[in-house]
């Protein structure tokens, strides 16, 4: 059975980091891209980053600079490091893999960066 389970989040303060890690579980993940995507409260799911089997990074442009996605694909784990959150970053974040076949999700992490 695959899982994604995320780790990582909780409540700090603007300005503050946070690191999330995501393990994934269940099959090989090396030839899937595995990134991050967040919901905020009444908003649609989002893209924030992807690494792919090749290792490039793609971040949405509003975390870039702020957001680092890295990978351990010996050990399916995808982690995202961000920095100087803001208040706008508070959401729901969700581990995801995903290749021709298919994606699979983690079942979220709520981060709250408070002002």
């Known amino acids: 059975q695959v899982q994604l389970v995320e780790s990582g989040g909780g409540l700090v303060q603007a300005g503050g980091s946070l690191r999330l890690s995501c393990a994934a579980s269940?099959?090989?993940?090396?030839?899937?891209?595995m990134g991050w995507f967040r919901q905020a409260p009444g908003k649609e799911r989002d893209f924030v980053a992807a690494m792919t089997t090749g290792g490039n990074a793609n971040v949405v442009a509003s975390v870039e600079g702020r957001f680092t996605i890295s990978r351990d694909s010996a050990k399916n784990t995808v982690a995202l490091q961000m920095n100087s959150l803001n208040p706008e970053d508070t959401a729901v974040y969700y581990c995801f893999a995903s290749a021709i076949l298919g994606t699979y999700w983690g079942q979220g992490t709520q981060v709250t960066v408070a002002s």
């Open positions: 269940g099959r090989t993940f090396s030839s899937y891209t």
